[in-house]
């Protein structure tokens, strides 16, 4: 139960630290010096504007979404994929949502709330955050079904990076 509990506050610290920091850094480039300053709460300090590092990619079932949201009391923006109303009502029954790179058979995971976790159950916590996967394999699929047997699962959605 501890091991438990330390592994997922180190998961939280890993992946809040992992989409802090460029986005922190970001965000301070982006605020005009002639602004007053904005409170840490404030989603004036984010510029949502050009910062989506998905606009590069063809989406198939999936939407950019920028969040934002303050784990631990760090308030951070961030983008990220989620499914597209469409792709999100369809009927899904007796399996798992799982990120899977089909060229290489490699998963990544979602952010649920501020952890991430390899499987959700509903469509309306699919959220993409893994740019570094996203950008290391040429098509990631959003699959439906058992994630021990990917070939099976169905694809429910897509992002090829253009190159």
Not at 1 to 7: N, V
Not at 35 to 40: E, I, M, Q, V
Not at 119 to 136: A, C, G, I
Request: aromatic letters at 10%; one cysteine or more.
């Amino acid at each position: 139960m501890i091991r438990r509990t330390a592994l997922r506050a180190l998961a939280t610290v890993a992946v809040t630290a992992a989409l802090a920091l460029p986005l922190a850094q970001g965000a301070q480039a982006a605020t005009p010096a002639t602004t007053a300053p904005a409170t840490p709460a404030s989603p004036a300090t984010i510029n949502a504007g050009d910062d989506n590092p998905f606009r590069w990619m063809e989406l198939d079932g999936l939407r950019a979404d920028f969040r934002f949201m303050c784990p631990a009391g760090h308030c951070v923006g961030f983008w990220s994929l989620v499914l597209t109303d469409d792709a999100a009502q369809r009927k899904f029954e007796g399996g798992k949502f799982f990120v899977y790179a089909p060229a290489t058979g490699e998963f990544s995971f979602f952010l649920d709330t501020d952890i991430a976790v390899r499987t959700v159950d509903h469509p309306r916590q699919v959220r993409l955050v893994d740019t570094e996967f996203m950008r290391s394999h040429p098509r990631v699929e959003v699959r439906y079904g058992d994630p021990g047997h990917p070939d099976r699962a169905r694809v429910v959605a897509s992002a090829t990076t253009l190159m």
